[in-house]
């Protein structure tokens, strides 16, 4: 059974940095598109960053020159570093697994909160 478990949210200042961690189970990690979505209460979810197996990254707008995303196969983890994080970051970040193939998320973690306040 796939499973992902992340780590990392909590609350930091405005300015400030966090991680995020996705750890995977099963064999396949290597070959699966990982990424992050995020909701904020009363707003649509937004994709926040995805990473290919090759290594190919994408970002929302709203996050670009702010946040990294990275993956270690040998791991089964994937890693979103935020920094100068802002108010509007606030939000439930999910992690999820698509094959490359697939149009929505294979798998989801089971969603970490990171808030962003002074």
């Known amino acids: 059974q796939v499973q992902l478990v992340e780590s990392g949210g909590g609350l930091v200042q405005p300015g400030g940095s966090l991680r995020l961690s996705c750890a995977a189970s099963?064999?396949?990690?290597?070959?699966?598109?990982m990424g992050w979505y995020r909701q904020a209460p009363g707003k649509q979810r937004e994709l926040v960053a995805d990473?290919?197996?090759?290594?190919?990254?994408n970002y929302a707008d709203s996050v670009k020159g702010r946040f990294t995303i990275s993956r270690e196969n040998a791991k089964k983890t994937a890693y979103l570093q935020m920094n100068i994080l802002k108010p509007e970051d606030t939000a439930v970040y999910y992690c999820?697994?698509?094959?490359?193939?697939?149009?929505?998320?294979?798998?989801w973690g089971q969603g970490t909160q990171v808030t962003v306040s002074s």
């Open positions: 999820y697994a698509k094959r490359p193939a697939s149009v929505q998320a294979d798998y």
């Open positions: 099963g064999s396949w990690f290597s070959i699966y598109v």
């Open positions: 990473i290919t197996s090759g290594g190919s990254t």
